[in-house]
């Protein structure tokens, strides 16, 4: 059984920096793509941050430049840096594990951890 576990959200002023951590567990990890989503209120969960098993990345337009998804594969976590850090970035980050086509059959999703982004 696929378990994710987010660490790293909180309280954090306009133009500041925080770290979310994703663990895995239940999965091979280093072939499965993972992801960063979030939710704000009243809105649709969006792609923040996806990292390919290979190692292959993209970031919403919103985040470029700001925010950097990493994984260390020896410890079944991705990582999601976040900088410079805007109100609008205020949400329900959500840790995605994809299927692999092997192991694993469909999409997995963390509880979620709470950014809150003070003006």
């Known amino acids: 059984q696929v378990q994710l576990v987010e660490s790293g959200g909180g309280l954090v002023q306009a133009g500041g920096s925080l770290r979310l951590s994703c663990a895995a567990s239940g999965s091979i990890f280093s072939i499965n793509a993972m992801g960063w989503y979030r939710q704000a209120p009243g809105k649709q969960r969006e792609l923040v941050a996806r990292i390919t098993g290979d190692g292959t990345i993209n970031y919403a337009d919103s985040v470029k430049g700001r925010f950097t998804i990493f994984r260390d594969n020896a410890k079944s976590t991705v990582y999601l840096q976040m900088n410079s850090l805007k109100p609008e970035d205020t949400a329900v980050y959500y840790c995605?594990?994809?299927?692999?086509?092997?192991?694993?059959?469909?999409?997995?999703w963390g509880k979620g951890t709470l950014v809150t982004v003070s003006s």
């Open positions: 995605n594990l994809g299927p692999d086509g092997i192991y694993v059959n469909r999409d997995y």
